[in-house]
């Protein structure tokens, strides 16, 4: 059995959406939220007992609603109302869900994607169709033309639909160099190891940091501004959020292409520390909180597109890897400046020195590289960095951007 990836490729139409697409649109969502009505009331969320619960009475509401499409609405309401429940579970108060954006979702047998010509055609009800005409740049002839890409779902927005392509997860290579690298909050920092070659390597992604700051600033000065008023407040804070989780994501995808696309080239195994374990609580103070997700997300960005592409990544606990000496093993006490010193004579850049400790990690929990890594610390030449990503020099961006995407075990 092995997993099954699939990746939510964005289309923008070149047309603007018929009228019957709004309306199947607001017929959809109405029927997401009943189904998230009726679900709350019954206190269930499988899909099955929804379908039980709620289909006959939807049958006479949307009498000529497509069935498969009624079908993917207890599929949606139902992932609404796990995630309300987890929500339940973790924090005292959450609000009831309600699904606000217009939105459906058609699962494979329910539309049909003419791969060659770009255009999706979608059955609203017994003999009533729509065409979308898909705006296909180079970027989506990849995945268009690739055969061994299969359709997945395809969801529906007013302003741009979402095609699924699913494939079996590609067995990894086998790696013949190493790429360690430590996420910190404006960079990652690591090593280049291939035989007995080593070299410092960095990814700067400062602006990041930078760009947070700015809307975290903000949204306090809204919250102050409009305290009297608290639904604005909280609206105008929700669309600045969402404009910087967009604007961040964008960069945290050219972050790990610039980094993967290395490592491709490389055959490089990839090592990483495992996030996992720092877990701030809830009541630490708001920006430590804050400065953490997209690190989470990076790595999380990462790991799929390499899983994609066949790219081994290997995680490691971090441990003390920030405040042990790779040399002579001893641990220092705190951390210190920028620059790790030990009473033994070794000094390094503290990011670089933890990289180095994560690669000994994986190296003693099994990393295998062909032909092996000769790699010795002592010797590491660290005054030529090289430089995988920087905000002005830039990876390769992906027109449309990817969204939705995740990975799916069958
Ligand atoms: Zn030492």
Not at 385 to 398: C, F, H, N, T, V
Request: net charge positive; aromatic share 8%.
């Amino acid at each position: 059995m092995s997993d099954m990836l699939a990746r939510g490729i964005a289309f923008r139409l070149k047309n603007e959406l018929p009228p019957e697409a709004r309306f199947l649109l607001e017929d959809f969502r109405r029927a997401v939220n009943s189904t998230i009505r009726a679900g709350l009331q019954a206190r269930v969320s499988s899909r099955n007992a929804l379908v039980k619960l709620a289909y006959k009475d939807f049958r006479r509401e949307h009498p000529d609603m497509y069935a498969q499409h009624l079908v993917s609405a207890f599929e949606v309401a139902g992932s609404v109302l796990k995630n309300y429940r987890r929500r339940l579970r973790t924090r005292d108060a959450s609000r009831v869900p309600y699904v606000r954006r217009l939105m459906m979702k058609a699962e494979n047998q329910a539309y049909k994607l003419d791969r060659k010509n770009g255009i999706v055609d979608l059955p609203i009800r017994a003999g009533c169709h729509v065409k979308f005409e898909l705006q296909v740049s180079e970027y989506h002839r990849r995945y268009l033309d690739d055969p061994s890409l299969k359709l997945g779902s395809l969801t529906v927005l007013p302003d741009r639909l979402i095609v699924a392509f699913r494939k079996e997860a590609p067995e990894a290579y086998m790696p013949e160099s190493a790429l360690a690298l430590d996420t910190n909050e404006r960079s990652m920092d690591g090593i280049f190891v291939k035989g007995d070659e080593a070299r410092a390597v960095k990814a700067d992604y400062q602006e990041i940091a930078i760009i947070q700051q700015r809307h975290f600033d903000r949204r306090k000065r809204l919250q102050k501004k409009k305290s009297q008023d608290r639904r604005t407040s909280r609206r105008m804070c929700r669309r600045e959020g969402n404009r910087e989780h967009r604007r961040i994501e964008y960069r945290l995808h050219q972050v790990a292409n610039a980094v993967l696309s290395f490592a491709e080239n490389q055959k490089s195994a990839v090592v990483l520390e495992d996030l996992k374990g720092f877990k701030p609580t809830w009541n630490k103070e708001l920006n430590r909180r804050l400065s953490l997700w997209p690190r989470r997300k990076l790595h999380q960005i990462i790991e799929y597109k390499a899983q994609w592409k066949g790219i081994p990544v290997v995680k490691v606990d971090p441990g003390y890897s920030s405040r042990t000496c790779p040399i002579c093993g001893r641990i220092q006490d705190s951390r210190m400046g920028t620059e790790f010193k030990c009473e033994c004579g070794w000094c390094l850049d503290r990011h670089i020195n933890a990289s180095l400790n994560l690669l000994q990690t994986a190296i003693s929990k099994g990393l295998e590289v062909a032909g092996g890594l000769r790699f010795n610390p002592g010797a590491f030449q660290h005054d030529v960095m090289m430089i995988l990503y920087a905000p002005d020099k830039g990876a390769r961006s992906e027109p449309n951007g990817t969204s939705c995407v995740g990975a799916v075990t069958s």
